[in-house]
């Protein structure tokens, strides 16, 4: 029996997966043995999620009728809403989700996970309602009604609708599209992980969902995104990016949205989404954050470039979101709306051949303590 303590379970592997993968000295990443790059140039995020969850690319016909399956399931029930319009408003988002999702578990009986035709229903309804909750919460905060889906728009396009009540410009909608794509899944990360620990006690999908949820809401994690925005605010300006980056690693400091366990080279998800803010900003006007940005990975890239610490998903995402004029809050429950497909396809393989999770420990305390009664404490 192995007695290594690996702090993070760095390099150990949870699972034997088909899902994903990712090379992370080479900065590649395949959903299902297709590259991301090629996703994102031909596929859709729904057709995406299909693979992602039934290992193959859909037929035309497949396709189709799963696109129609999720629109059938994009509403809420009012009780959902009525839930959350019981939270308090200045709540973050990715509490609101979570408990929506929870709740959802309470709204849909059969609970049996051996049922393989209730499991992919769960899926649909997961994939199909995260984003009307995440929409639905952005309004209610504020005090405005929920937008209800509505069946001819596309899964973006519609998320866009059900969030300002406009139609959003195509490019928009194309690059938030491929958006979800890239952070649809990610081989074992703490939150599918976390997803499949709670999976393995064969607790039904809502609650799986909810448990990754809570482990994506971390800083270190999904949160990141959130972060950096904020990071390259403060900043401000791009003549002031090297003296804030030097200043950060002086005081030993992270910058948000750099660094990954397995990436040695630049995230290929950073790569692309750096070429999508470029794609959005030629049509829509440049941003000052992302000239900051670009000031701060060259000054990162000299500085922290021998450690092979380099941009990952979370620096780039945050700048499209914010252009897009979606609340910085919202952007980790946006990388949830499209992580659901990976956490789901991850819950659909491990049932194939479940063991829950019961790892060992290394006690590190002390034997045989007396007892102290409390008057002699
Ligand atoms: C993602 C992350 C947790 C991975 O960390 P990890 O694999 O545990 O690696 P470590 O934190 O041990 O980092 C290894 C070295 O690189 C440095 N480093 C890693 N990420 C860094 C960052 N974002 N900024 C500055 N230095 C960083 C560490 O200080 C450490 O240096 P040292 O060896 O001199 O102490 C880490 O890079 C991080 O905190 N990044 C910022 C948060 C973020 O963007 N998260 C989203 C991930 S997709």
Redesign the pocket.
């Known amino acids: 029996m192995p007695h290594d303590f690996m702090p ?1 379970l ?1 390099g150990i592997p949870a699972a034997k997966s088909a899902v994903s993968d990712v090379d992370g000295e080479r900065g590649v990443l395949e959903y299902r043995g297709i590259r991301v790059e090629e996703l994102c140039q031909r596929s859709s995020y729904l057709e995406t999620a299909y693979l992602l969850l039934f290992g193959h690319l859909p037929t035309q016909q497949a396709l189709t009728a799963w696109e129609q399956d999720i629109v059938r399931h994009r509403r809420l029930k009012y009780s959902i809403i009525d839930l959350m319009k019981c939270l308090p408003e200045q709540g973050h988002p990715m509490d609101a989700l979570q408990a929506a999702v929870a709740a959802l578990g309470m709204f849909y009986p059969g609970r049996n996970v051996k049922d393989l035709e209730n499991n992919y229903w769960s899926a649909v309804r997961l994939i199909a309602k995260l984003p009307t909750i995440v929409a639905a919460w952005a309004r209610l905060r504020r005090g405005d009604e929920a937008i209800p889906p509505r069946d001819e728009l596309g899964f973006s396009e519609n998320f866009f609708y059900m969030l300002t009540e406009t139609a959003p410009h195509p490019l928009w909608v194309d690059i938030f599209d491929d958006c979800l794509i890239l952070h649809a899944e990610h081989t074992m990360n703490a939150s599918t992980f976390t997803g499949l620990v709670t999976a393995s006690t064969l607790a039904d999908p809502y609650t799986v969902v909810a448990s990754s949820l809570g482990a994506l809401k971390g ?3 999904g949160g ?1 995104n959130e972060e950096v925005v904020e990071m390259l605010r403060r900043i401000g300006t791009a003549d002031r990016a090297a003296a804030y980056v030097e200043e950060q ?1 002086r005081n030993k400091r ?8 397995v990436y040695r080279v630049k995230d290929p998800r950073a790569t692309i989404l750096q070429s999508l803010s470029e794609r959005l900003f030629k049509t829509c006007g440049s941003s000052q954050l992302f000239d900051v940005a670009l000031h701060v990975e060259r000054k990162a890239a000299e500085l ?1 470039g021998e ?1 092979k ?1 380099y941009p ?3 620096f780039y995402s945050g700048i499209i979101y914010d252009k897009m004029g979606i609340d910085v809050d919202l952007f980790t429950p946006i990388f949830a709306i499209a992580r659901v497909a990976g956490w789901l396809a991850h819950w659909l393989e491990q049932l194939t051949e479940n063991k829950l999770f019961r790892p060992d420990q290394i006690y590190a305390g002390e034997h045989n303590r007396p007892y102290v009664p409390i008057d002699q404490r």
């Open positions: 993070g760095a800083p270190l994690h990141a690693l992270k910058l948000m949205g750099f660094g990954h366990r922290l450690k610490v990952n998903v979370d």
